[in-house]
């Protein structure tokens, strides 16, 4: 078969280890999994309340303009319902963008490490990818600045970036926007927006508006704890968004998807909360991190990354082993670190607890 040459060896995305996986491989009866980011406080109780009262009619296919969400979604952030294009995730979104926007012959450029999938995507469609090293765990928007040439297509900025979990500032975005050439793409990828409460990243709503070449991604799979219905959007221009609508798959967002998005979003009470109760939660991690004098980066997001002093890849496995489901940095570009998503009050004290007991054994802790 005529396979593209650029997928003679790619890996496949690899997410965190299901959790029965890892009962079963170790004989445990519980395992919390803080690897992907998700909300240990699941969806709103209102998300709950849609679905135990549901008689969705399943043999019919979604409505595949999303209507009822594109208005809820406009009216919540006052925007038109034509600037707006919605995702199986946004990772369905950055798929699109690559696929429109990418291909031999031009360039994209991105921090390293940041966000696998701009990099994925981007070599499947045979195009250059360029990655500028992070300073401090955040985005050097002076080097990715002069990265950028006359064959540059797009240029991704993960803010919050992941798997850091840190900004770029308000004042370091407008410079930046006001320098990248009109016909490049900038992705501003915010999916853990609504954790953030560092008073330098403003509202980027106003920046789409005065620049044609920004699109914005945001996500319900995040804060809003809707993971599993795969629901992200786009914030663009309507120029922007009429060229990339055709790519879309027809009928990308499930009916239950939409629905329960429309519900959560009618919720900012519980988004709240959530944000609240994810800064106590980061706090237990820093004061772990401040007491063994282990180096990490100040996130505002609902992970963070932080050193081990050991082989992050052995840290995994003993945690997991103690029914823990983290992330190693060897996976994410920063070995020695690992990535964890900020859980319960509960769930961080317990695993604090038992990795405390792995660095000990590991001869990281005397």
């Known amino acids: 078969m005529r396979w593209k040459q650029q997928i003679q060896g790619m890996k496949a995305y690899q997410p965190g280890k299901p959790i029965d996986e890892v009962k079963e491989m170790y004989g445990l009866e519980e395992v919390i999994k803080l690897a992907s980011n998700e909300n240990p406080y699941g969806s709103s109780p209102k998300v709950k309340a849609l679905l135990q009262s549901d008689a969705t009619n399943h043999a019919i296919y979604p409505d595949g303009y999303a209507q009822n969400l594109r208005t809820a979604v406009a009216n919540h952030l006052q925007v038109k319902e034509n600037e707006l294009i919605f995702g199986n995730g946004s990772d369905d979104l950055i798929a699109i963008i690559t696929r429109a926007l990418l291909y031999p012959g031009v360039n994209t450029v991105m921090a390293d490490p940041s966000f696998s999938q701009y990099g994925h995507n981007a070599e499947i469609e045979g195009a250059e990818v360029r990655k500028v090293p992070l300073i401090e765990g955040r985005h050097n928007l002076h080097a990715m600045l002069e990265a950028i040439d006359d064959k540059t297509s797009v240029v991704w900025v993960c803010n919050p970036n992941n798997p850091t979990g840190t900004i770029v500032t308000d004042e370091e975005l407008k410079a930046f926007l006001a320098k990248v050439p009109s016909d490049v793409l900038i992705v501003?990828?915010?999916?853990?927006?609504?954790?953030?409460?560092?008073?330098?990243?403003?509202?980027?709503?106003?920046?789409?508006?005065?620049?044609?070449?920004?699109?914005?991604?945001?996500?319900?799979?995040?804060?809003?704890?809707?993971?599993?219905?795969?629901?992200?959007?786009?914030?663009?221009?309507?120029?922007?968004?009429?060229?990339?609508?055709?790519?879309?798959?027809?009928?990308?967002?499930?009916?239950?998807?939409?629905?329960?998005?429309?519900?959560?979003?009618?919720?900012?009470?519980?988004?709240?909360?959530?944000?609240?109760?994810?800064?106590?939660?980061?706090?237990?991690?820093?004061?772990?991190?401040?007491?063994h004098n282990l180096n990490y980066y100040p996130s505002q997001t609902n992970f963070i990354l932080f050193e081990v002093k050991a082989d992050s890849n052995v840290v995994f496995e003993e945690m997991m082993k103690r029914g823990f489901i983290i992330r190693s940095g060897a996976a994410l570009g920063a070995p020695g670190y690992i990535r964890v998503t900020i859980g319960t009050e509960d769930q961080n004290a317990k695993f604090l607890l038992l990795l405390e007991e792995v660095l000990t054994e590991q001869g990281v802790f005397a």
Request: some cysteine.
């Open 188 to 291: 501003l990828d915010e999916a853990y927006i609504e954790y953030v409460n560092d008073p330098t990243y403003k509202d980027t709503l106003p920046y789409y508006k005065q620049y044609p070449n920004l699109i914005l991604l945001r996500t319900f799979s995040k804060a809003y704890g809707l993971a599993s219905f795969r629901v992200g959007y786009g914030i663009a221009q309507e120029e922007v968004i009429a060229k990339l609508d055709p790519i879309r798959a027809p009928f990308n967002n499930t009916v239950l998807g939409q629905a329960v998005a429309i519900v959560a979003l009618e919720d900012q009470e519980f988004i709240d909360f959530c944000r609240e109760e994810n800064e106590k939660g980061k706090a237990q991690y820093v004061a772990f991190c401040e007491k």
